[in-house]
C-alpha cells in the first residue's frame, strides 16, 4: 500500500484509540471501585445501550474480516458461518438471557454454583471461561496482524508482530482503567462506525450492479473459477465425508457456542432488569441480523470484484478481503476514492479488534479474580481486593493472547472462532442448560460437564489438522494428526451433555430440591435476583 493509505489509516485508527482512552480515563475517574461496578458497570444501561454493546461484542474481526473472506474463497460455504452466527441468537434469546440474568452476579459460576457446592463448580466454569475467552482473543490478534501486514504491504513481519503486541496493550488498559463501563461505551462507538462502514460498501457493492443481486452472484461465480459449483454447497466441506462432518461440526459449535461465551453471558448484568436483559438481545438480534445480511453482498462483492485469486494473494485465509474490496469500490490503489475508502475501512476494522478484545479481556479477567481466586485463595475476598485481583489477570491473559496470536496469524479469523465457539458449547452450554432445567442435577454432574467437554475439545484441537499435519497448520513441520475433523464440536458437545448426565446418575450427593425449586422461581420470575 501507498504512504497515503498508510498515513490516513494510522490516522483515523489513532483518532478512535484517542476517543476510547478518554473514555476510559473520564469513567475510571468517575467509578468508585465496588465489584459491581468493575464487573458490571454499575447495572446501569438500558436495553438499547446493551443491544448495541452486545452487536459491538458479537460483530468481531472474524465476522467483518473472516466471514467475509470466506465467502469470496468459498462462495456458498462461507455463508454457513453467517448462518450459524446469526440462527445462535434463538437459542440466546430464548434459553439464557432472562434466565443468567435473573440467576446470575457477574459470571456464569454464578448460575450454576446457586444450587451446588460452590468451589469445585467455580474452579471449573471459571477454568473453562478463560480458555473459552483467550481461544476468542487469538483469533481478534490473528485479524490485526493481517490488516497492518496489508497496510505495510506484507514487507515487515516486525510491524505485524509489534501491532499484535500492542493490541494486547491497549485492551489491559482499557480494562483495569475502566471495568465494564469503559468497555461498553466503547462497544457502542465501535457498533455504531462498524454499521456505518458496512452500509456504505454495501451499497457502493450494489451500485456498481446496479442493484441487481442476481448479477453480482453471476459475475462473483465466473470470476471464482469454479463456475456454479462456487454458489451451490460442498466447495469447502462437501468433497468428502470428513469435509461433510466437519460441517456438521461447524454447524453445531455455532449455533450452540454463542451461548457459552463468557464475554456474552457477562452483558446480560450490566442491564437493571432481567425484562432489560431480553430486549437487549432483541435490539441485539435486529442489528446483528441487518450486519450479516450485508456481509453476503461483501463477501459475494470481493469475488466478483476483487476475485479470490487477489485475496488469497494479499492472505492465504481471505482475512483482507474487506479492504481490498473497499480500495477497489474507491476507485482503485492510486486514487483519492481508493485511499480514503481503505483507511477508513482499514480503522474500523482496528477498532473492531480492539473492542472486542477489550470486551473479552474483561469477562475472562472477572472469571479469574470472581471464580479461582475467590475460590482457591480467598473464599471471602473483599469486593476490591478481588476487583485489585482482576486487573492483574487482564494484564496476564493479555501475554498468552498475544503469544498465542503470534503463533496462529496465518489461520483465518472466522475459523479460529469457530474453535473457540466449539469449546463453549463443549463446556459450558451443557453445565448451563442442566443447572437450569433439571432438577435433579448435583455438583458432581456439574463438574464433569465442564471438564468432559472443556478436555476432550481441547484434545481433539491438538491432534487435529489444525496444529500438525498439512502446510496450513500452525506446525506444518511435524505430524500427530489423529483426529480428521478441524472443528471438535460434533464429538466433544455430545461428550460435554453425556459427562454432565453420567456425573448426576453416579454421584452419591442427592440433588438439594429447595434449592432447585428456588433458582427455578428466580429464573422464571427474578424474585430475589440481584
Not at 440474568?101 to 477454568?127: K, Q, Y
Not at 465466473?222 to 461440526?249: C, E, Q
Not at 475433523?485 to 448426565?501: D, H, K, M, R
Request: charged share 10%; glycine share 12%.
Amino acid at each position: 500500500m501507498t504512504g497515503h493509505h498508510q498515513t490516513l489509516a494510522l490516522l483515523l485508527f489513532s483518532v478512535f484509540v484517542a476517543v476510547t482512552l478518554a473514555i476510559t480515563t473520564w469513567v475510571s475517574r468517575n467509578r468508585h471501585g465496588s465489584a459491581e461496578e468493575f464487573y458490571a458497570g454499575g447495572r446501569l444501561f438500558s436495553p438499547m445501550e446493551n443491544g448495541f454493546a452486545i452487536s459491538g461484542d458479537y460483530m468481531s474481526a472474524a465476522s467483518f474480516l473472516g466471514v467475509t473472506g470466506l465467502i469470496a474463497l468459498f462462495g456458498y460455504d462461507g455463508l454457513l458461518y453467517v448462518v450459524g452466527f446469526l440462527v445462535a441468537w434463538l437459542v440466546v434469546l430464548f434459553l439464557v438471557a432472562e434466565l443468567v440474568r435473573n440467576c446470575g452476579r457477574f459470571t456464569m459460576a454464578d448460575v450454576v454454583a446457586a444450587r451446588m457446592s460452590e468451589r469445585p463448580v467455580r474452579i471449573a466454569a471459571g477454568t473453562s471461561s478463560v480458555t473459552v475467552s483467550v481461544l476468542y482473543l487469538v483469533a481478534q490478534m490473528v485479524g490485526a496482524g493481517s490488516l497492518v501486514a496489508l497496510l505495510l504491504g506484507g514487507t515487515s513481519e516486525a510491524a505485524r508482530n509489534w501491532t499484535v503486541i500492542g493490541v494486547g496493550a491497549l485492551m489491559v488498559i482499557y480494562v483495569s482503567m475502566g471495568g465494564m463501563r469503559a468497555t461498553t461505551w466503547i462497544q457502542i462507538v465501535k457498533a455504531v462506525l462498524l454499521l456505518g462502514g458496512t452500509i456504505v460498501l454495501t451499497v457502493l457493492v450494489l451500485v456498481r450492479f446496479h442493484g441487481d443481486f442476481d448479477q453480482l452472484l453471476r459475475a462473483a461465480a465466473a470470476r471464482s473459477g469454479h463456475g456454479d459449483s462456487f454458489l451451490a454447497p460442498g466447495l469447502k466441506y462437501g468433497g468428502t465425508w470428513t469435509a461433510r462432518f466437519d460441517f456438521i461440526s461447524l454447524g453445531l459449535a455455532l449455533v450452540l457456542g454463542t451461548a457459552g461465551l463468557p464475554h456474552i453471558l457477562s452483558r446480560f448484568y450490566t442491564v437493571p432488569t432481567a425484562r432489560a436483559a431480553r430486549r437487549s438481545v432483541v435490539w441485539a438480534i435486529g442489528l446483528i441480523g441487518g450486519f450479516y445480511l450485508m456481509t453476503i453482498v461483501l463477501g459475494f462483492g470481493a469475488a466478483a470484484i476483487v476475485g479470490p485469486d487477489a485475496v488469497r494473494g494479499s492472505n492465504a485465509a481471505g482475512n483482507t478481503a474487506i479492504p481490498l474490496l473497499a480500495l477497489d469500490l474507491g476507485g482503485g490503489a492510486s486514487s483519492t476514492g481508493g485511499t480514503v475508502l481503505f483507511a477508513i475501512v482499514a480503522a474500523i476494522a482496528f477498532a473492531t479488534i480492539l473492542a472486542v478484545v477489550a470486551g473479552i479481556t474483561l469477562a475472562s479477567s472477572a472469571s479469574v479474580a470472581h471464580d479461582l481466586y475467590a475460590s482457591l485463595r480467598r473464599r471471602h475476598a473483599k469486593p476490591r481486593s478481588e476487583v485489585a485481583v482482576a486487573r492483574l489477570a487482564a494484564v496476564g491473559i493479555g501475554v498468552v493472547a498475544i503469544g498465542l496470536g503470534l503463533l496462529a496469524r496465518d489461520l483465518n479469523v472466522a475459523f479460529l472462532v469457530g474453535l473457540a465457539f466449539a469449546v463453549a458449547a463443549s463446556a459450558n452450554l451443557p453445565v448451563l442448560l442442566y443447572s437450569l432445567f433439571w432438577r435433579g442435577f448435583t455438583t458432581r454432574g456439574a463438574v464433569w460437564a465442564v471438564y468432559g467437554g472443556l478436555v476432550p475439545a481441547l484434545v481433539l484441537v491438538v491432534l487435529s489438522p489444525v496444529v500438525s499435519g498439512s502446510p496450513q497448520s500452525l506446525f506444518p513441520g511435524v505430524d500427530f494428526q489423529y483426529f480428521p475433523l478441524e472443528n471438535p464440536g460434533l464429538v466433544s458437545i455430545p461428550l460435554g451433555f453425556l459427562a454432565g448426565w453420567l456425573g448426576t446418575v453416579t454421584s452419591a450427593e442427592p440433588p438439594d430440591e429447595a434449592k432447585h425449586a428456588e433458582t427455578e422461581v428466580r429464573s422464571l420470575t427474578g424474585a430475589g435476583a440481584v
